[in-house]
């Protein structure tokens, strides 16, 4: 049997955050109807950060946040966990769309991230946080040209960056794929466990008077209930609310302002058995431990864990299904998993004894702005954050605070940024969708194999403002 197809054999499918000891009771759902001040929706991280965001600004308030299966289950329990400050999917994006308030998004990243991982503190979460920064890894000559320039140009700007030439890379992990390596330190960048975070934040609000959580608790539509409140129907029964924060990101809404607003794109990873100590030594990276990224568009992103595995994911193995797919046969990709196999054996040959423990996928949800889209309706009574494309560990937080501002919890000048103003193009209608993103990611495959050389296609997008880069 081929090497890679052996190594996955017996990967159970399950992500492997979920695969812990760490994984709380879940809570009953709803089952009477309800009443409170603020309804969240959704048990991911911008829900919980949501809650507990409302919880402090207004230490009276009556929460209930439902969950249609568990508390992270959704993106936040299945990512990568790759922690950063960067808030709008990184520089480029923002010069694209934000120049003028660049700095200040700088500032407010750094701010979010220092208050998160105080919380972390301040409650004492252990979310196997490192603060290892983000390593982008050239794999061709060509792109170490163009990273290199980067550098310069980071360098230049004041950024705590650091080059690496081929030989320096492989010095800090070795792999005969690496070109170059460009380290962004970036203060308190770092990696989670980003399911363990999840559950943190859920043991912290269970333990805050005035907040309830109902989980296998699905949210079927909303409606307004007089001038003042607001009705959700759900699975158990009817909640009646002053405030609905709507944070459901990549999942169909039934609001069609959200709904057009992202689609959902699988992305999958493969996860090895911990390393021993020889198999780390081979690699050399279990002393640098830097979270690591691939120089490219369609971009691998692999990480080592606490107990010392690697988590691999991304490269080309993602997916937009047609009219928005999100069941969870689509986790079941066996080709995805075995071309991620066999590119994590081109990574690392010397790993050739390694086996995986686990695959799995899950949901990004992709703006077209490519970060996140802040929205109110209702009169102020409805709020959302959603869309944070793939970069939504950190930034969700700050999704979480937009959202509940917009719903009156100490509103500040935050509001007023063309960030939370500016209003994000709808995506197209089904097939123009479809073929879109499926066009498009060819493209970026093939300016991949062009040393990121972008063809006529994402040269009309980039104009449009609508290119994608890493
Ligand atoms: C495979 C993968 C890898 C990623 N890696 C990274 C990374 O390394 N770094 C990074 O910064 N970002 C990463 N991201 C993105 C990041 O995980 C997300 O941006 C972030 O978790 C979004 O959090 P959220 O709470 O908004 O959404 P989610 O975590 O998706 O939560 C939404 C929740 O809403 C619930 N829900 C939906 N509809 C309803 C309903 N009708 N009723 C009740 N509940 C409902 C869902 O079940 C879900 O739990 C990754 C995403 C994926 C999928």
Redesign the pocket.
């Known amino acids: 049997m081929q090497q890679h197809l052996e190594a996955l054999q017996n990967a159970k499918a399950c992500p492997l955050w979920h695969d812990s000891e760490a994984m709380p009771e879940v809570l009953p759902p709803l089952a009477a109807d309800e009443k409170c001040e603020l309804l969240i929706?959704?048990?991911?991280?911008?829900?919980l950060w949501a809650a507990l965001q409302a919880k402090e600004r207004r230490p009276d308030a009556d929460i209930i946040l439902?969950?249609?299966?568990f508390v992270g289950?959704?993106?936040?329990g299945?990512?990568?966990?790759?922690?950063?400050s960067d808030l709008a999917h990184g520089e480029t994006n923002v010069s694209h769309r934000f120049s003028a308030e660049a700095d200040r998004l700088e500032k407010l990243g750094k701010q979010n991230m220092k208050e998160l991982l105080e919380t972390l503190e301040r409650y004492n979460i252990d979310a196997h946080y490192e603060n290892t920064g983000l390593m982008n890894v050239a794999l061709n000559p060509l792109a170490t040209v163009d990273m290199h320039s980067e550098y310069k140009q980071a360098k230049a700007g004041g950024e705590d960056v650091v080059w690496f030439d081929q030989d320096s890379v492989r010095e800090q992990v070795n792999s005969p794929a690496f070109f170059g390596g460009l380290w962004y330190r970036r203060g308190q960048d770092g990696v989670i466990d980003p399911a363990r975070l999840c559950w943190g934040l859920k043991d912290v609000l269970l333990n805050q008077p005035g907040v309830r959580i109902f989980e296998g608790?699905?949210?079927l539509g909303v409606e307004p209930a007089g001038k003042e409140s607001m009705k959700a129907n759900c699975e158990g029964g009817v909640i009646h609310s002053d405030k609905i924060l709507m944070?459901?990101?990549?999942?169909t809404s039934s609001i069609g302002k959200i709904r057009r607003s992202v689609i959902p794109v699988w992305?999958y990873?493969i996860a090895t058995e911990p390393l021993t100590g020889e198999q780390l030594e081979k690699i050399g990276w279990g002393k640098s431990r830097h979270a690591l990224a691939d120089f490219s568009n369609m971009f691998h992103?692999f990480r080592i864990t606490k107990d010392n595995r690697i988590t691999y994911?991304g490269g080309a193995a993602v997916r937009y299904y047609f009219n928005r797919g999100i069941d969870e046969k689509f986790a079941e990709v066996p080709d995805l998993y075995e071309q991620l196999a066999q590119e994590f054996f081109a990574t690392f040959p010397q790993l050739d004894d390694v086996k995986f423990s686990h695959k799995w996928?899950?949901?990004?949800?992709t703006s077209t702005r490519f970060c996140m889209v802040p929205g109110v309706a209702y009169d102020g009574r409805l709020a959302w954050s959603?869309g944070?494309t793939?970069?939504?560990?950190?930034?969700?937080r700050f999704g979480a605070r937009i959202g509940i501002e917009l719903l009156g919890y100490q509103p500040s000048d935050i509001l007023e940024m063309q960030f939370v103003t500016a209003k994000a193009l709808p995506w197209a209608p089904e097939p123009f969708r479809w073929l879109g993103v499926r066009f498009t990611q060819n493209a970026l495959i093939k300016a991949d194999k062009n040393g990121g050389k972008r063809g006529l296609w994402l040269r009309f997008l980039d104009m449009l403002g609508l290119g994608f880069t890493c």
């Open positions: 929706v959704g048990g991911g991280f911008t829900g439902i969950e249609q299966t289950d959704g993106a936040s299945r990512c990568g966990g790759f922690l950063s608790t699905r949210l944070a459901t990101n990549a999942f992305d990873q992103y994911g996928g899950g949901i990004i949800a959603v944070y793939g970069h939504g560990v950190g930034a969700s």
